[in-house]
């Protein structure tokens, strides 16, 4: 708070010709609009966040996304539901195709349909006979 007061104490106390060129007035450019003027060595800086909107001091919630990661994340999350989707109902309509083309049979089915199927031969064998 001195410092920002008084920033002719930081050049009396350093020495010369070892430090960067200080600007005693550094405007701070935050990307919500807000300005406000500092002590650094850059004429100018430009920030995203500042104590005016960062969500800490302000209390709200708030998406900070510099680099569209949190669409990128969306489109992908979407068309990864899309392609769920049409996986299951591709698997929906050949398990229908499959289920009315062939019936499952239990194994005393099977057994009762050959013997079934054993004895009418025999018959026919029987009947050519005579």
Known sequence: MFLKKNPDILLAVMKKD??????KECVVTCACGNTFKTTS????????????????????????????????????????SEKKLKADTIKKSKKKKTAGETKEVSLKEMLSKAKAEE????????????
């Open 41 to 80: 060595t850059l004429p100018l800086i430009s920030v995203e966040i500042c104590s005016s909107c960062h969500p800490f001091y302000t209390g709200q919630s708030k998406f900070v996304d510099t680099e569209g990661r949190i669409e990128k994340f969306s489109k992908r999350l979407k068309l990864a």
């Open 18 to 23: 070892i430090h960067p060129k200080l600007n």
């Open 119 to 130: 004895e009418k031969s025999k018959k026919s064998e029987n009947s050519e006979e005579k």
